[in-house]
């Protein structure tokens, strides 16, 4: 039996065997009560693992491929409903891409809906519910304390300068110290509520070709006035238009928190380069620098919220401690992954890798198809 792949927007829409018998249609009643469940939806063909209806998220997931089933665990949980006819349920874990640490942790419910055996697929991204509530036990015990400190400074500043009310060099020096400090908190909070943005989003869910030559051309002049200030050299070195699938302003936020961070650990008059290639099927975005590098012990956790490898110097730079834990989290949600490399004396090299985009990925094997 041959089943005719029709489009899967259409409420009227329908498979068939050739007209060898008559065609099975999907009612505009069953379309609509599956989008107004709060999951993503599949339904598959009676007799084969066809797909006859997808919600749009499906593609989020990587679980089809040419309008079938491609997960081994959901074909398992389809062909025991057939058997039985009982309702499955299952929680499954997937990558959120082919590289990286992220992860979908996915509640899928798998039943029949009619007599003439469709199978309805519903799943719950039960993932976010679980991340956010461990984030945010974790983020309230570690923003508690770093608020402290230029709360704490402020306080103190303002007594010195009640008690300095007749001397005016010190009230210019203390309310210097303030401004500071104000500087220092705007900053941090204003990082805290990127963060918490973007623990409160998928940027794959409803994610959009981007070229990442554009974001970082973006980042770049975000963080130009303060490299002119340190006579830093910028060099970006791209391929041309690499696209990836996701947010374009988490994307130029992570590449502007790493030129940010090799900024404040580089000698004035030195350079910092950004490469954009393709390695391996994927996007590599590197930053490197000049700068006196991370030791070994600090490599492992510098990637954690509000860590320092240098508190001084972060307090001299104004860093609040987030910025590399705002780039994981963005290249997590992007499926990609995170590293470094760093010698101490000798600078260091972020690197980022993100699946490429389908499109762009498939022209890419074609221009080296064609150069082989």
């Given at each position: 039996?041959?089943?005719?792949?029709?489009?899967?927007?259409?409420?009227?829409?329908?498979?068939?065997?050739?007209?060898?018998?008559?065609?099975?249609?999907?009612?505009?009643?069953?379309?609509?009560?599956?989008?107004?469940?709060?999951?993503?939806?599949?339904?598959i063909a009676p007799?084969?693992?066809?797909?006859?209806?997808?919600?749009?998220?499906?593609?989020?997931?990587?679980?089809?491929?040419?309008?079938?089933?491609?997960?081994?665990?959901?074909?398992?949980?389809?062909?025991?409903?057939?058997?039985?006819?009982?309702?499955?349920?299952?929680?499954?874990?997937?990558?959120?891409?082919?590289?990286?640490?992220?992860?979908?942790?996915?509640?899928?419910?798998?039943?029949?809906?009619?007599?003439?055996?469709?199978?309805?697929?519903?799943?719950?991204?039960?993932?976010?519910?679980?991340?956010?509530?461990?984030?945010?036990?974790?983020?309230?015990?570690?923003?508690?304390?770093?608020?402290?400190?230029?709360?704490?400074?402020?306080?103190?500043?303002?007594?010195?300068?009640?008690?300095?009310?007749?001397?005016?060099?010190?009230?210019?020096?203390?309310?210097?110290?303030?401004?500071?400090?104000?500087?220092?908190?705007?900053?941090?909070v204003q990082e805290?509520?990127?963060?918490?943005?973007?623990?409160?989003?998928?940027?794959?869910?409803?994610?959009?070709?981007?070229?990442?030559?554009?974001?970082?051309?973006?980042?770049?002049?975000?963080?130009?006035?303060?490299?002119?200030?340190?006579?830093?050299?910028?060099?970006?070195?791209?391929?041309?238009?690499?696209?990836?699938?996701?947010?374009?302003?988490?994307?130029?936020?992570?590449?502007?928190?790493?030129?940010?961070?090799?900024?404040?650990?580089?000698?004035?008059?030195?350079?910092?380069?950004?490469?954009?290639?393709?390695?391996?099927?994927?996007?590599?975005?590197?930053?490197?620098?000049?700068?006196?590098?991370?030791?070994?012990?600090?490599?492992?956790?510098?990637?954690e919220r509000f860590?320092?490898?240098?508190?001084?110097?972060?307090?001299?730079?104004?860093?609040?401690?987030?910025?590399?834990?705002?780039?994981?989290?963005?290249?997590?949600?992007?499926?990609?992954?995170?590293?470094?490399?760093?010698?101490?004396?000798?600078?260091?090299?972020?690197?980022?890798?993100?699946?490429?985009?389908?499109?762009?990925?498939?022209?890419?094997?074609?221009?080296?198809?064609?150069?082989?």
């Open positions: 039996m041959r089943w005719r792949w029709q489009n899967r927007h259409d409420p009227n829409w329908e498979v068939s065997d050739n007209s060898e018998t008559p065609a099975l249609q999907i009612s505009n009643q069953l379309v609509a009560l599956l989008n107004a469940i709060d999951a993503e939806s599949i339904v007799r084969s693992d066809s797909i006859i209806f997808a919600s749009p998220g499906i593609s989020t997931f990587n679980l089809t491929r040419d309008q079938r089933l491609q997960n081994n665990e959901l074909m398992n949980l389809v062909r025991a409903v057939r058997r039985s006819g009982n309702k499955q349920e299952a929680t499954i874990e997937l990558p959120r891409g082919p590289i990286g640490a992220g992860t979908h942790e996915l509640l899928v419910t798998v039943l029949r809906i009619s007599d003439d055996g469709l199978i309805a697929i519903l799943i719950f991204d039960d993932s976010e519910i679980r991340r956010l509530d461990a984030i945010r036990r974790d983020f309230v015990a570690n923003i508690s304390h770093e608020l402290k400190t230029p709360i704490g400074a402020l306080s103190i500043l303002s007594e010195a300068v009640l008690d300095a009310s007749d001397d005016p060099v010190a009230i210019t020096n203390f309310a210097s110290k303030m401004q500071k400090e104000a500087r220092r908190l705007t900053d941090l805290i509520i990127d963060l918490s943005r973007l623990q409160d989003e998928d940027p794959l869910k409803n994610g959009q070709e981007i070229d990442v030559s554009t974001c970082v051309l973006e980042a770049i002049e975000q963080s130009r006035p303060k490299a002119d200030s340190r006579r830093i050299n910028m060099v970006f070195d791209s391929i041309k238009s690499p696209m990836i699938i996701g947010d374009s302003k988490q994307i130029t936020l992570a590449v502007n928190n790493l030129i940010e961070n090799a900024i404040n650990y580089s000698p004035d008059s030195t350079r910092v380069a950004i490469t954009l290639k393709i390695s391996d099927g994927l996007l590599e975005l590197s930053v490197s620098d000049q700068g006196i590098g991370i030791p070994q012990k600090d490599l492992e956790r510098i990637f860590y320092r490898v240098d508190p001084a110097r972060s307090r001299l730079t104004g860093g609040t401690g987030l910025g590399l834990s705002i780039v994981k989290h963005i290249v997590n949600n992007h499926g990609g992954d995170l590293s470094v490399w760093s010698v101490e004396g000798a600078g260091s090299t972020f690197t980022i890798r993100f699946p490429l985009a389908p499109n762009f990925e498939s022209a890419s094997a074609d221009v080296a198809n064609e150069k082989s």
